[in-house]
């Protein structure tokens, strides 16, 4: 590759960027292109950075411009500063006065740089240390510090937790209208780190009959994502008809293929008939579910408790079915709004929850509308710890 460099001041030279560089690697992330050759003396180098604060470090070249080493301005102005500094080094070199550093090919890939760095026992702090780049001639093309390279990995994080958080979004609000079945519905999702494992589905299996379910991934961030959006494609594609037991053995065989029983959920899946007024539901490990009858809670839970999806490859869950009566209410939310704490380490807790719900159906009000409220005042300062959804169905 033809390398030019121009003249950056009198000592101080720059190196031009490759033409071409490729995606993720060191090249694309260098930040300082500043060398000087290392006969070059070091007094007038140093009368030479101070007039430009902008360069913070200079690669020292030997005569086929490949580097020997770094000098960085703040060591060097330290030493200079001392007394008799300036005489020590009066006499000195660029070259006498370089420290080593690794030097690595501008086209290695960051992460696998990255990583067997990251396996190196080196104390030393990430912002005072630096990466030499070659190109393919061995000549000097550019500087990294561990800070750019970790600067970019979260630049990147953030750039995917956004693009998931996103998508999540767009999958909550793809969910089928049923106000034609006579069923007031409310809900709610705040994710604690930005994207999160909770998310709900509903969905239209005929005129007649309704499937919804809220689930809780096990984890956060990115991988709880890619969980929900693989649930959420079953459950889009998923032939209700042949009902929940199938629904839910399907599900498990297919998280438990993708990540071999390292994720799962908890869940809480129903079909509702508005014809007969039967609701089925199958509880999967998750136990936070509330159901009202004339304003008083009423157990829905039976003595068997379903196992969570994706923990046994072989899963026999338990649906059970119940008449539903007007005005009945059912509040389905996951676990992050019980456990909020506040400053005290109090929960919010099951009873709280279960007062608000009842001054919901009393006032004839949004329970989306109070519950935000409710937890953010008992929380006060203490961070929100879990994702928080519910679902609401008032039949």
């Known amino acids: 590759m033809t390398r030019e460099a121009v003249l950056y001041k009198n000592l101080i030279s720059r190196a031009d960027r490759p033409a071409r560089s490729y995606p993720n690697t060191l090249q694309r ?143 909550l609000a793809n969910i089928d209208d049923i106000k034609k079945f006579n069923v007031n519905v409310d809900s709610w999702c705040s994710s604690a780190k930005g994207i999160g494992g909770d998310f709900y589905f509903i969905k239209k299996i005929s005129e007649k009959k309704f499937f919804a379910s809220l689930c809780d991934v096990s984890g956060k961030g990115v991988t709880a994502a890619l969980v929900v959006s693989i649930v959420w494609g079953l459950l889009q594609n998923f032939d209700m008809h042949k009902g929940l037991k199938d629904l839910l053995i399907n599900l498990n065989s297919s998280i438990i293929r993708s990540f071999h029983l390292e994720k799962y959920l908890t869940g809480f899946f129903l079909i509702y008939d508005t014809e007969s007024c039967i609701l089925q539901i199958a509880d999967m490990g998750h136990a936070h579910a509330l159901f009202l009858r004339k304003g008083r809670k009423v157990s829905i839970q039976k003595s068997r408790v379903n196992l969570p999806i994706g923990v046994e490859i072989e899963l026999e869950p338990m649906v059970f079915s119940f008449p539903v009566q007007e005005g009945d209410t059912l509040v389905i939310y996951t676990d992050g709004i019980s456990e909020q704490d506040n400053p005290a380490g109090e929960e919010f807790g099951e009873t709280r929850l279960t007062s608000l719900v009842q001054e919901v159906l009393a006032h004839n009000k949004n329970l989306s509308g109070l519950l935000p409220k409710a937890l953010e005042e008992f929380r006060q300062n203490t961070p929100q710890h879990d994702d928080m959804t519910f679902l609401q169905f008032r039949f």
């Open 29 to 171: 992330l260098a930040k300082h292109f500043w060398f000087i050759s290392y006969d070059k003396n070091i007094i007038e180098i140093a009368d030479e950075l101070e007039q430009y604060t902008e360069i913070t470090v200079v690669c020292i070249t030997d005569e086929s411009n490949q580097p020997i080493g770094i000098i960085r301005r703040d060591k060097l102005f330290l030493f200079l500063g001392k007394r008799f500094g300036r005489d020590i080094m009066s006499k000195k070199t660029a070259g006498e006065c370089s420290e080593a550093v690794n030097v690595y090919a501008g086209e290695r890939n960051i992460f696998i740089l990255l990583e067997q760095l990251r396996k190196q026992e080196d104390n030393e702090n990430i912002e005072n240390k630096y990466i030499v780049l070659v190109d393919s001639q061995g000549a000097f093309s550019g500087m990294l510090s561990l800070q750019d390279a970790a600067n970019y990995l979260v630049e990147m994080t953030n750039d995917d937790i956004s693009q998931a958080s996103l998508l999540q979004e767009r999958l």
